[in-house]
Nanobody
Framework: QVQLVESGGGLVQTGGSLRLSCAAGRVPVIIADMDWYRQAPGAERELVAAISSGGATTYVDAVKGRFTISRDTAKNAVYLQMNTLKPDDTATYYC?????????WGQGTQVTVSS
């Protein structure tokens, strides 16, 4: 069974940092397109950062220069380093994979940034 498992969320003050991890299970991160999404209460889920199978990265404007997506093919994991966090970053963060036109989602990890 394919399973993405996120970890690393928590409560942090404005300006702090967190590193989210996504253990990709049976989805090989080297051939899948991997993303981090987030969803705040009452809002739609939005794409935050993506890393393609070729290693190219993209970010939503709101996190450019603050967040970094990366992957470790040996550990089959994807990470989201989040720096200079703001209250607007408060959301549930989801790891997503797309491989062979099939989407896989994790259960999410909560990130709360206090002002």
């Amino acid at each position: 069974q394919v399973q993405l498992v996120e970890s690393g969320g928590g409560l942090v003050q404005t300006g702090g940092s967190l590193r989210l991890s996504c253990a990709a299970g049976r989805v090989p991160v080297i051939i899948a397109d991997m993303d981090w999404y987030r969803q705040a209460p009452g809002a739609e889920r939005e794409l935050v950062a993506a890393i393609s199978s070729g290693g190219a990265t993209t970010y939503v404007d709101a996190v450019k220069g603050r967040f970094t997506i990366s992957r470790d093919t040996a550990k089959n994991a994807v990470y989201l380093q989040m720096n200079t966090l703001k209250p607007d970053d408060t959301a549930t963060y989801y790891c997503h994979a797309r491989m062979r036109n099939i989407d896989y989602w994790g259960q999410g990890t909560q990130v709360t940034v206090s002002s």
